[in-house]
């Protein structure tokens, strides 16, 4: 495809928290018809970059929106309600659907739950769910959030974490690229400072909520792909997505040997080129 055919946007601002710029949406066009994909939570456009750029090169337009309170450290979730995210989603919709004939929707993790919710309400093409998170590893505790808000402001999502895991610390350094994560004390700084709000925590169980309640909704050709080393998600979830949904055509694809970022990584690359293919087919 001609470099010239493709129109590049990315808005972007300054992250105090982080200290550099952060980019906000990005956007291609490159024809029709268009994708729109969702990161998860407390993550921004790194999960589905590679699945941009895979979209990108076979003539797709494109359009990746940072949902409300991410791209920076996890504390400036606080306070952003779940449909706010949701909104982003739509406003996101409506940007490819003025362009393009047909959008499809691709979410990651929280991401999935947000197209889920999505596709029950407007006219989606296609419906991609990867590691939906309709349900995660220990969600008894986090279902307390609703409660423990009261008591506890801020979760600390690094305070056991360990800093030799590749995906962790690729993570890191996309919000703090200048962190060395070799260094013991930079290392225990990150696992008292780096805190998250347990209102965050209680919207994604609302959220959660209100996409379980649209799956017999949704009517829209649907793949759901599950790692079944999942660590963050109960690989359950992709299951009862799979028989709550009401479209007609649904197919679980189930990864072994993968965990929960399924786009970044080793395997990633061959994740998109099967998520592609199935769009097109």
Known sequence: MPTESIQFAARATESPSVG??????????AGSPGVLLIHGFGGDLAEV???????IREGYSVHAPLLPGHGALPDALAGVRWQQWAETV???????????????VVGFSMG?????????????????????????????????SSI?????????PL?????KDPALRALIR???PDADLDDPV?????????????????????????ARRALPRITAPTLVVQGRDDATVDPRSAGQVARHIGAADCRLIWMDGYGHQLLLGEGGERVAHMIVAWLKG
């Open 174 to 176: 996309n919000r703090v």
């Open 49 to 55: 970059r590679p699945l941009a750029a895979a979209f």
């Open 112 to 144: 999935s739950l947000l197209a889920l919710l999505l596709a029950a309400h407007l006219p989606v093409a296609r419906l991609v769910a990867l590691a939906p998170a309709l349900t995660l590893r220990g969600q008894f505790l986090v279902n307390l």
């Open 90 to 104: 739509v406003q996101g919709f409506a940007l490819l659907h003025q362009h393009c004939s047909e959008v499809a």
């Open 148 to 156: 423990a808000r009261y008591a506890i402001s801020w979760y600390y």
């Open 186 to 210: 930079v290392c225990e700084q990150l696992r008292r400072t780096v805190r998250m709000p347990l209102t965050a925590i209680h919207q994604l169980t609302l959220l959660q909520r209100s």
């Open 159 to 163: 305070a056991r974490a360990d800093f």
């Open 20 to 29: 550099r710029r952060r980019v906000e949406s990005l956007t291609v066009w």
